[in-house]
Structures are given as C-alpha cells and as structure tokens.
DNA sequence: ATGAAAGCGCTAACAT
DNA sequence: ATGTTAGCGCTTTCAT
C-alpha cells in the first residue's frame, strides 16, 4: 500500500499495475464480471479501485464496447422553448425516470436548424445508441430517418404513416378527440367553435378530424368561422377566441386542442366579460399540470404523458439491447376529466 | 467513382483509402483545417466524404482529442421532475440557446441517489467537458466537488459560500427580497407574512433573510406565526397559506419565496373567501410564466432565469476554452414587477 | 483464473 | 502539402 500520485486521473493501466494484475483482469472486475476471478483478485482491485479513486472513462469504453449507454431526445426547433413547452418537458421526465434506474444517461439533441446535410451528423455521431424523437412534425426532415441511419428510434407524440415505418408511441388522438367533442354534444350544444394546432402537427391535424367527424356523424354542420388557428400556446389561445366570439349567433362551446391554448381562450373570455362556463363552455386536452389551477378548473383529456415518455424509453431500451426493431404504433388511451370550465348550453338549461 | 458498399459506416480510414489520401489528411480536412491542404485534395476528400454519407464518431474524436463538446447540467434529485421546476427548465432553456449556436451538446445529469461512493462517477466519467450545477442544496455532497473532480464548473441557481470555491450566477436574492419586502412596507403594510422555501435551499435562507432583516430595518418585529414552510411547489404554498390565514390579527400581505408558492397561497385564498389584493395582498418571487396569468395577475420580482442559464453556459465554455478558473459569485439584479396581486391594506386605504 | 494483444475510430505530433 | 505513427483508455477474444 504505497502512497499514490493524484497527479492526473488514474487510468485502468495503471490500476491494474499498482494492484499486480493484467489489465484485463482489472477490466473484467471493474465492469462485474467478478465470477471469472479469484475472490482475493477481486478485493484487491477493488480496494486498490477505491483507494485511487478511480473511474472507468466512460467514452474510451463507449469507443471500445461500442455502445454508449445513452440515448438521445432529439427535440425540433419549433418545440425547443422547454419553458412553453409542458408536453415536452412532461415525456423528458417520463424519459428521465425510465433511463435513470436502469443506467442509461441522456442527451438533449435540441435541432438548431433543419439543413438535411448536417442533420444526421447531429443525431448520429456515435454519442448514442438510440434516440426518441419528440412530436416530429409533418414535413420534418427527421421523417426520412430510416434514409440516413440504422440507429434504434422510437416516435413520441406524433402518430406517423405507417408507411414512413416508425414506432410510435402517442395518445389516441382521434378516440380522445371524439370523447371530448361528444361529451359537449351529449350536454346539448351543438355551434362547438375549435380551436386547431399547427398545421404542421399530425396530433394538430389529428384532433381536428376527429372533432370533424364527430360533429357529421351528429348531423352537426360546422361553419368554416367556428374553426380558428393556433400555435398551441397560450398567446394563440387568446388570439383564436377573440375570433371565435365574435361569431354569431354565439358559439356555445369552444374545444381547444391543448390545455396552453385553452388558458389562453380562458383569458380571452374573461377580457371581454364572457362568463366560462355560464355564457361559453371551454375545454382543453392533454392535463398538464396547469389546467387544474385554471379559472375555471380546465375540463379536459388527462393523456399520461409522463407514462408516454417512460414507456417510449423503455421500448427503445428493449430495442438497443434485444437488437430488434419495432415498427407501428401503440395508441395510449386517456380520459375525460370533468372539471368547472364546461357545462349545458343555457338553452337546454333553461 | 466507383460504386461504395452501403454495409457499416464508413471509417476515416475507409474514406482516405477512396479518396486516396492518408488517413492523417482526410482528418485534418474534415475537421476544418483545410488551410493546410491543397484545393484539389480537400475537394476530393469532401466529395469522397458526401458521396459515403461519411460522419465522423465522436466516440472516438472525443477520446483522441480528450475534448467531448459536451456539458453535463447536473440536477439533484430534489429538482428533478421538470414538470413541478420552471426554475430549472428555464435554466435549460438559457443553457440550449448558449450551447448550440456554439456546437457544444448537452447532455442531463440526474442524481438518482446521492451516494458519495458513486456521485463522482456519474458526473465525472469523461464523457463531459464540464458541468453546469443546478441549485445545490445545503449539506449535499455536490458541494464537495473540488476535492473529487477538476471538471471546470459553474454553479447556478445557489449563491455558495466563498470558502466553496465555486464560480456561482444566481439572482441577488437579498436585495430582491429587501425591495419586495419594502414595497409592500412602503404601501402601508405591517403585518407580513412569509412562506419560506424549503430550508435545505441557500435561496430560500437568502430570501427569509432579507426579509427578516428589511422588517427590522422598519421596526416591525416579527412574530413567529408569521412565517411559515414550504416546498417552493404550489402544494406547499397551499398549505401554508392556510396556517398563515389563521394569523390574529390577521396579516395584510403574505410574501411567497417564490411564484409556484404564491400561486397556492392565492387559491387558498380563493378557498376561504379571502380576496387578493384587497383582504390581503400576496407576491411571489422569480416571474415564471406562470405568474402573468395568475388569478390576479402576480405581483413579484422578475428574475432573468433563462439570461442565468445563458450566461452560466457562457461561463463554463470559457472555462473550458481558455482553461481559466472563474471564482466567486455572480449576482444577477431583477426587477419589481407590478402586477394586480398587491394593493396598501384596507386600514392604509381608508 | 489470468495475461497478452488486437483493436474501437479518431487526433496530433512528427517526419518527409 | 502529405504521410506515418503513436497513442486516447478501454473491451474482448484467445492463449496459457
């Protein structure tokens, strides 16, 4: 036990030197294959471990083993603002709370811009042994992924052709969607407004099919001026519902297609002194963490976005380390839950 | 131009062999010293590189270069749900926007458990340039860094003791909670309450600091029932509002050490029929977004979170780059920002 | 049970 | 201007 230089960092070289045994006898007990050894090998490159306070590099074993033990979130530019962002941030967490426990570390891949020639060489730069793909967009360069590389990818928050051969994991948008556009029905209204997404978000193009054809399939007629767009957030929310009411004769339901942008009709409402849900009902889909606290409480579809993000880790794990390839989509089901911000038209009240 | 076998990814090696050029060569183009080479060579070498779909392993890069271009934002345990932390996703935020224009990747270090025996291992592990500390709390092991790791750092979100020898940027929670303290003072109010933050936080003792002192400062003792704890969440802020609520004779304002806090203890309010601002005021402390939107709107101290997380970035790379150890402590003002939620009290006003 | 040796894919001297 | 070579710190056969 002589006294150790803390000069630099200690490398396995020289652990395996002061400890009197071959590199890869040090290696194998490092990394737990410690059944191979001898029991006093082991303690003492153990204890010799401890004592030099050593740590294994993990980018030379990463370069060695050929598996990183990470995966990437690749995130578009048009979600990057984590801050405006809570569905992202809610499947980070899912992500973080599935990789953590089984030893997997994290990369924020954060697109700065989209230029398809250096988008791969972003991805996949060999840092990750697989990736997940946040609410890739509709035209997104990212949808010719299988073109550029062989990495293992699961799809969270879009639910893509089957054709493009993706795994994605979302909610049931169209079921969800049709719940929600259904329970105002059943309550008796019938002029709905919505409150659509991007145009460029299949979960945007998605919600507003469903409430489409939810209104047909109720012999509901929905005039062109009882649909307004949005960026689904708040300020978009507000934006839409000056327009929705003016509308005439008045819409007595509006459908938001996230909980951002149900804030933001909300506060619309307010502004111009239409009471939620007595003159209009109001109603919002995902249940982030906020809709709760609204004023009025924020009806809504509770999607667990968080259990979203902690399976969609879990199948791109499975696929890394069974070396299989997953293909299709696994719709997750929410619920409706019934707050203060909806309720029967006056009318049928009346 | 011969046809190129798509079958793995192609080496450094296996583009010099194409391009007919030593592998010494190829690396020097590619990795922008193209200076050094004659104009037909780096041609043919990027010609060579595009036509294979070439990109480089990082892996490998980093370990040759011993430079990863990657910062690791460490978060502990206690933060680590995104969804409850606007602090920390607006640090995020701040950090990406500084990260990626300037090609550095990012990379999320979550505490799992704080164990000494392996801390060290999950942040310094060669796989980072450096790390970014978010909020470190009192007593944690994070604090010892400098004697575990020489990994440049810098500390966000804590203003450490000096002795610490840590680089700290966080937001001047003294003086910001001195002029919040004193605007409600200067409005007429005595009796005011405080919600603290979780004492395990240096900027939750900060602020009950300056609060304590800016109350002596004005001759207004404090009494003990005035002050109540929480967890910095909106629970917390719930339940102390409804202690603090409870005060004879009642208190006219209630201070939350931050906003989350302040939006409970406004719907505790709401709760017991209690009016805000006019039977008592509340204002929080950092302006999330959250706090605009409010019911009322939020009175409370604008700190610029994502300029932190850009600015602390900003730090580290310099850190990194010019192998210069910053010291000491960074203090970020913020701003009173007036909203709806604080008004003189009744007695004042009449 | 242990050691020796050949890489992993790249960078950075150094040589030419 | 280009090529050669010695690693970076580790994993992993393959011998012994």
Redesign the pocket.
Same mark, same amino acid.
């Given at each position: 036990m002589k006294l150790t230089r803390r000069a630099? +960092?200690?490398?396995?070289?020289?652990? &395996?030197e002061e400890a009197?045994?071959?590199?890869?006898?040090?290696?194998?007990?490092?990394?737990g294959?410690t059944?191979?050894?001898?029991p006093?090998?082991?303690e003492r490159v153990l204890s010799v471990a401890r004592q030099l306070g050593?740590?294994?590099? +993990?980018?030379?074993?990463?370069?060695? &083993?050929?598996?990183t033990h990470t995966v990437g979130v690749v995130v578009e530019p048009q979600h990057a603002v984590f801050t405006r962002n809570p569905y992202v941030t809610a499947v980070l967490d899912g992500v973080v709370d599935s990789l953590t426990p089984r030893g997997y570390h994290l990369k924020i891949i954060t697109l700065s811009d989209l230029n398809p020639r250096t988008l791969w060489h972003q991805i996949d730069d060999?840092t990750v042994d697989g990736v997940i793909l946040v609410a890739p967009l509709i035209g997104s360069p990212l949808l010719d992924y299988h073109a550029h590389t062989q990495l293992p990818c699961v799809v969270v928050g879009s639910t893509l052709p089957e054709s493009l051969g993706f795994y994605c994991i979302d909610a049931d948008n169209e079921a969800m969607m049709r719940l929600l556009t259904e329970y105002l029905i059943g309550m008796g209204h019938r002029r709905i407004g919505f409150v659509k997404g991007p145009d460029n978000q299949w979960s945007a193009q998605q919600r507003l099919q469903a409430y489409l054809s939810a209104m047909d399939a109720h012999g509901i007629r929905v005039d062109a001026e009882w649909i307004a767009p949005s960026n689904y957030e708040y300020s978009g929310g507000l934006a839409a519902a000056q327009q929705l009411l003016e509308v005439r004769p008045r819409l007595t339901a509006i459908i938001a297609s996230n909980d951002m942008v149900a804030l933001g009709v909300l506060d619309a409402c307010v502004q111009r002194g239409v009471r939620v849900p007595t003159d209009v009902s109001v109603v919002g889909f995902d249940d982030v963490p906020l809709a709760a606290l609204a004023k009025p409480p924020l009806t809504t579809i509770r999607i667990p976005i968080h259990d979203i993000g902690l399976e969609a880790a879990q199948a791109l794990l499975h696929q890394i380390e069974a070396g299989e390839t997953l293909r299709g989509a696994r719709l997750v089901q929410g619920e409706l839950i019934v707050r203060k911000s909806a309720a029967p038209p006056r009318k049928a009240k009346a």
């Open positions: 630099a +960092r200690p490398t396995l070289k020289q652990l &395996a009197g045994v071959s590199i890869g006898t040090a290696s194998n007990i490092l990394s294959k059944q191979l050894h001898s006093e090998t082991v050593y740590r294994p590099n +993990r980018v030379a074993r990463s370069l060695a &083993a050929r598996r060999g």
